[in-house]
C-alpha cells in the first residue's frame, strides 16, 4: 500500500520541478554549441520539462471543472507566444544579433491541440469524440512543413512569419503525448473491468495504489520511448536529419520518471494568482533571457 510520505509530490510543486527545468534549457538553447559541457547539462535537464508538462496537462484536464475554459486559456497564451516569436525572429530584431527561434514552434500551440484531442477524445458522443483525429493531424502536418522548410531541405520556402505555427516537439511529442493518454486510458480500462462496479473504481481512483500503478504504468512507456531514441539514434545517425530531431537528446526524458512516479494527485498550495503566474511566466522568462543574450551578442 502506498501513504502520503512516499508520494510526496504534490500537482504544484511539478509544475515548478518542470518550470526550473525548462528554464534551463532555454537557457541552453541561446548558449547554442552543445560540444560545450555546460550547455549540454543545461539541455538535458531541460528534458525533463516536457514530459511533465504533458503529464500534468493530462491530469489538469481530468480533474477541470470546465475542459474548454482551460482549452481557451492554451488558446489565448499560443496566440501571445505567436506574437512574441513574430517580434523576436522579425528582420528588425534580428539585426545584428545572432539569436533568433527559427523554427523553434509554439509549445502553448502544441499544448492547445493535445488538450483538444484529450477533451474530444474523451467525450461520450462517439460520432464527435473522433474528431480528436483533426488536431494529430494539424501536428503531423506541421511537422513534415517544418522538416521540408529546412533552407538544406529546401522544398517549403522559410518565412519568419509560420515560425510561431509551427509545433514544437513535433512528432516525437505526439508520441509521447498519445503514450500517456493510451497508458492512462488502458490502465483504467483494465480497472473497471477488473473491480466491476463502477462504485469501487471510483474508490479505487482516489488511492494512492491507483495514482503508482498508473504512473509506474506511464513509466515504462517513457522508458521504452527513451531507449527506442537512443537505439534509433546510434544506428541511422545522419547530421541533416539530427539537426531537425535530435533523438539522442530526446531519449533523457527518462529522467522525468521519479518525479512523475512520486506524484501524489493532489494540487497543493495554489490561488489565482499562482494559476496564473504558471501561464505568465513562459513568455516573460523568454523575453529576459532573449533580451540578455541578443544586449551580450550587440557589444
Request: charged content about 10%; proline content about 2%.
Amino acid at each position: 500500500m502506498m501513504n502520503d510520505k512516499k508520494l510526496f509530490l504534490s500537482n504544484t510543486t511539478l509544475k515548478i520541478i518542470a518550470l526550473v527545468a525548462m528554464t534551463f534549457d532555454h537557457i541552453g538553447i541561446f548558449l547554442g554549441d552543445l560540444s560545450n559541457p555546460i550547455v549540454l547539462i543545461l539541455r538535458i535537464i531541460g528534458r525533463i520539462s516536457f514530459p511533465l508538462y504533458l503529464f500534468l496537462l493530462t491530469e489538469g484536464l481530468k480533474h477541470t471543472h470546465n475542459k474548454w475554459h482551460y482549452l481557451l486559456k492554451l488558446g489565448i497564451m499560443a496566440i501571445i507566444i505567436y506574437f512574441g516569436i513574430f517580434i523576436i525572429n522579425s528582420p528588425l530584431i534580428k539585426v545584428g544579433s545572432k539569436f533568433s527561434l527559427d523554427r523553434v514552434g509554439n509549445i502553448f500551440l502544441e499544448l492547445f491541440l493535445y488538450a483538444l484531442t484529450y477533451i474530444l477524445f474523451t467525450l461520450p458522443n462517439k460520432k464527435i469524440k473522433f474528431l480528436g483525429i483533426i488536431p494529430i493531424l494539424v501536428i503531423i502536418t506541421s511537422s513534415i512543413i517544418k522538416f521540408l522548410s529546412i533552407s538544406t531541405f529546401g522544398y517549403v520556402k522559410y518565412h519568419f512569419t509560420y515560425d510561431g505555427l509551427y509545433i514544437q516537439y513535433d512528432i516525437l511529442g505526439l508520441l509521447l503525448f498519445g503514450g500517456i493518454f493510451l497508458c492512462q486510458y488502458l490502465y483504467n480500462s483494465y480497472c473497471r473491468k477488473t473491480l466491476k462496479s463502477g462504485d469501487l473504481f471510483l474508490s479505487y481512483q482516489n488511492s494512492n495504489n491507483y495514482l503508482f500503478y498508473k504512473d509506474i504504468f506511464i513509466s515504462f512507456y517513457i522508458v521504452l520511448l527513451s531507449i527506442i531514441f537512443y537505439v534509433v539514434e546510434k544506428v541511422t545517425f545522419n547530421q541533416f536529419i539530427n539537426s531537425f530531431i535530435n533523438l539522442g537528446m530526446t531519449s533523457y526524458i527518462i529522467l522525468s520518471i521519479p518525479f512523475i512516479i512520486l506524484y501524489n494527485g493532489k494540487l497543493g498550495y495554489t490561488n489565482k494568482i499562482i494559476k496564473n503566474a504558471f501561464y505568465l511566466y513562459y513568455p516573460i522568462h523568454i523575453v529576459i533571457i532573449f533580451l540578455i543574450f541578443y544586449l551580450i551578442s550587440l557589444k
